[in-house]
């Protein structure tokens, strides 16, 4: 509806400048008529009055009753001596031409003038409805009705609504998320205890003498049961964004050989060995001990999946970012995996040592809060590859 008033109204102004126009050019036509009428008029009584000076009142008497419109009708005198009224419209001809083109060069003026003012009307409205998008995007949109009656009315009321169906989406799923890494707090809280009790009972079990295959069996699994209460808490501070990184300069190579100093005990344990050749120093802006964490989780993966062989890292920079490499020997991630690497709890179709399924999504979790990208792909030929990313901004 609004549509059709919109365009009924500048149709009516589009018409109101062409009879403006019309208008113009009829009284511009008009007055130069007169002025032409009036200038032969004139050239033809000082003739006549220079050539025959008895005729002045001859021609007085005339033109009085002329302009009285007292003329009586009678024979033409001009076709009679051979003249038609084309031989004096010339002149008259060319004003009447400049005329027109004065008064269609004022209809497109003002069409232009018209167009002009309702295309920067429309450009203003799109320029604030793409800022407010802009700020709701950003989160500092204010929630307001639509304003005006035009063609993108409805446009910003829906824009409006949605922004506000948004927002109240955003905190639903912030209380959500809130709720779940409460709850997951309090489940880890929760697993302590006992595994406090477990421990303490295989200790004194172990100083009563008592040695077995199922005494070391249930210690292997207390060790994982405390490995994932620690995870579960870590993921508790990263979801509710308590888990604060402190990023410094960090070079790269002293990061990689730090990480790897720490998984020697597993690396020796499994025969597995670690390679990471010297490329110069290369600064990052990184925590130091969470990226050190994160790093490790990827090597050990790779020991996982290739035990006894050799965890290759390599490190490379540009103006745009620092690439580290994690690769092994081994056959690589079964295709069907890959998708799901990085998801919590996560372990494979055929899963390696005696991991979570956490490692990889907190290695994602911090490596991508400090601006930093992660993948995991098969590298050409064998072995699984890791490649993280550190944009510089």
């Given at each position: 509806m609004n549509s059709r008033k919109n365009i009924c109204i500048l149709s009516a102004a589009i018409s109101a400048a062409c009879l403006l126009s019309a208008a113009v050019t009829a009284v511009l036509v008009s007055y130069c008529c007169g002025r032409l009428q009036f200038g032969l008029l004139n050239a033809l009584c000082r003739e006549a009055v220079q050539k025959a000076p008895g005729s002045e009142q001859i021609l007085l008497s005339v033109l009085k009753d002329y302009s009285r419109q007292n003329v009586k009708p009678g024979t033409d005198v001009l076709p009679a001596w051979g003249y038609h009224w084309s031989d004096f419209s010339l002149l008259a001809y060319k004003q009447t031409v400049l005329c027109i083109a004065a008064g269609f060069c004022a209809a497109v003026l003002l069409c232009t003038a018209a167009f002009l003012c309702r295309s920067r009307t429309e450009a203003r409205r799109i320029q604030a409805l793409a800022d407010y998008l802009e700020q709701a995007c950003a989160g500092?949109?204010?929630?307001?009705?639509?304003?005006?009656?035009?063609?993108?009315?409805?446009?910003?009321?829906?824009?409006?609504?949605?922004?506000?169906?948004?927002?109240?989406?955003?905190?639903?799923?912030?209380?959500?998320?809130?709720?779940?890494?409460?709850?997951?707090?309090?489940?880890?809280?929760?697993?302590?205890?006992?595994?406090?009790?477990?421990?303490?009972?295989?200790?004194?079990?172990?100083?009563?003498?008592?040695?077995?295959?199922?005494?070391?069996?249930?210690?292997?699994?207390l060790t994982r049961l405390t490995h994932l209460e620690e995870s579960l808490l870590l993921l508790t501070r990263i979801d509710a964004g308590t888990l604060v990184l402190h990023e410094n300069d960090t070079d790269v190579y002293t990061l990689l050989v730090l990480a790897a100093d720490n998984l020697q005990e597993l690396f020796a344990a499994s025969g597995t060995s670690a390679d990471i050749?010297?490329?110069?120093?290369?600064?990052?802006?990184?925590?130091?001990?969470?990226?050190?964490?994160?790093?490790?989780?990827?090597?050990?993966?790779?020991?996982?999946?290739?035990?006894?062989?050799?965890?290759?890292?390599?490190?490379?920079?540009?103006?745009?970012?620092?690439?580290?490499?994690?690769?092994?020997?081994?056959?690589?991630?079964?295709?069907?995996?890959?998708?799901?690497?990085?998801?919590?709890?996560?372990?494979?179709?055929?899963?390696?040592?005696?991991?979570?399924?956490?490692?990889?999504?907190?290695?994602?979790?911090?490596?991508?809060?400090?601006?930093?990208?992660?993948?995991?792909?098969?590298?050409?030929?064998?072995?699984?590859?890791?490649?993280?990313?550190?944009?510089?901004?």
């Open positions: 500092r949109a204010a929630i307001c009705s639509a304003s005006g009656e035009d063609d993108f009315s409805r446009l910003e009321d829906q824009i409006y609504k949605t922004t506000a169906y948004l927002y109240q989406t955003k905190e639903e799923a912030v209380q959500a998320k809130d709720g779940f890494a409460q709850n997951l707090s309090n489940i880890a809280h929760q697993i302590k205890t006992p595994l406090t009790a477990i421990s303490l009972a295989l200790q004194m079990l172990k100083l009563d003498g008592l040695k077995s295959d199922h005494l070391k069996q249930a210690e292997k699994q050749p010297e490329q110069g120093e290369i600064l990052i802006a990184a925590d130091l001990d969470w990226t050190m964490e994160a790093v490790m989780n990827l090597m050990k993966n790779c020991m996982e999946h290739n035990p006894g062989g050799m965890v290759h890292i390599s490190y490379t920079g540009n103006p745009l970012y620092t690439q580290i490499l994690i690769w092994d020997d081994g056959k690589g991630f079964a295709k069907e995996d890959l998708p799901h690497l990085f998801e919590r709890f996560y372990r494979g179709q055929n899963p390696q040592g005696s991991g979570i399924g956490i490692g990889l999504a907190l290695s994602k979790e911090i490596i991508e809060r400090q601006n930093g990208t992660v993948r995991a792909r098969n590298k050409p030929g064998a072995g699984a590859l890791f490649e993280i990313r550190f944009y510089r901004h």
